[in-house]
């Protein structure tokens, strides 16, 4: 079993992650371990490479950056617990659907240990429950390694979701750890869902480091 790098970002600008993102992944080689981002961004809209303008109906005040991602558009503040995952899938011997499916059932099985039924939709990537979206992924893979991963609604405030089509479903609604009455602190649900994908990408947890 290998192990995996994680980095505790707390709160980070945008942008800047994800150029760090982008220099990792290019200059990692063979050897490179693998490495997980937990953070929390301000309030910020990404916007996938096939985004369409029409599914941003009003940023207000809140930044649009255009990404690498695939899919639509979505929304990222604090009390979203964000975790990008760079990993080796060529290494893995995983392809992109098999990644897909991991981090979705990370957070399923997270929330089935609360008592909490979850689910994913093969026409909309994600995990659901009672058909309203807690947690959004989106990826990219270069040179057969991924980044980017999920964002996991804690306890946030939803509105900005409504100026948005949330990855380009009209209507779609949006809940969180909170409405669902889950209690666990921040830190508590960071490291339970780290725990259930590591479970999922069959490694283990190594070094643990403060910022970058």
């Known amino acids: 079993m290998s192990s995996v790098l994680v980095r ?20 990692r080689d063979a050897d490179t371990e693998d490495e997980i981002w937990l953070l929390q961004h301000p ?5 996938g490479m096939n985004g369409k303008p029409e599914h941003i109906l009003n940023t207000s005040n809140i930044p649009v950056v255009e990404i690498d991602r695939g899919g639509q558009v979505t929304y990222h503040g604090p009390g979203q617990l964000v975790v990008y995952c760079l990993i080796d899938l060529k290494r893995k011997k995983f392809g992109i659907r098999q990644m897909v499916s991991a981090l979705e059932q990370a ?14 939709r093969k026409d909309a990537p994600g995990v659901y ?58 830190a508590e649900v960071e490291q339970q869902i780290l725990g259930k994908l590591c479970q999922h990408f069959d490694i283990e947890t190594g070094t643990r480091q403060i910022g970058f």
């Open 8 to 27: 505790q970002l707390g709160l980070q600008e945008y942008e800047p992650v994800w150029r760090k993102m982008q220099e990792f992944t290019a200059q």
């Open 129 to 186: 429950v009672e058909n309203a979206k807690i947690a959004a992924l989106g990826l990219r893979v270069k040179r057969g390694c991924s980044y980017h991963g999920l964002s996991l609604n804690v306890d946030m405030d939803l509105s900005a979701f409504a100026q948005i089509n949330p990855c380009g479903y009209e209507g779609m609604a949006v809940t969180q750890l909170k409405n669902l009455g889950l209690q666990d602190s921040f």
């Open 43 to 47: 309030p910020v809209f990404t916007q």
């Open 107 to 120: 957070v399923i099985d997270f929330l089935a240990d609360k008592n909490i039924t979850a689910l994913a």
